[in-house]
Nanobody, 114 residues
Framework: QVQLVETGGGLVQPGGSLRLSCTAS????????MGWYRQVPGKGRELVAN?????SATYADSVKDRFTISRDSAMVWLQMTSLKPEDTAIYYC??????????WGQGTQVTVSS
């Protein structure tokens, strides 16, 4: 099992920045990809970004050039810049193991509003 805890959400004005952190614990040797998803009420959870062990990453088109994902063996970060109101969501940390099992954090609220 892998346990995930997110921190760093909050309220920010449009154009501002936030950094989300996720700490993983447990069977870390099983961790393959690490990533971030987000969800707004009434919609499904969508991929924001994920990152592979070698450091290659994929991003949703809506966040390219504004968000940056990074990781080490036990943590994954999401640096968010030029935030827009439409980035408002609950952000979830996600890990996929080499056995293709998914693990989720509890979520952290990000609100972009003036």
């Amino acid at each position: 099992q892998v346990q995930l805890v997110e921190t760093g959400g909050g309220l920010v004005q449009p154009g501002g920045s936030l950094r989300l952190s996720c700490t993983a614990s447990g069977r870390l040797f099983q961790v393959y990809t690490m990533g971030w998803y987000r969800q707004v009420p009434g919609k499904g959870r969508e991929l924001v970004a994920n990152i592979y062990p070698g450091g290659s990453a994929t991003y949703a088109d809506s966040v390219k050039d504004r968000f940056t994902i990074s990781r080490d063996s036990a943590m994954v970060w999401l640096q968010m810049t030029s935030l827009k109101p439409e980035d408002t969501a609950i952000y979830y940390c996600n890990v996929v193991t080499y056995g293709s099992m998914q693990h989720w954090g509890q979520g952290t609220q990000v609100t972009v509003s003036s």
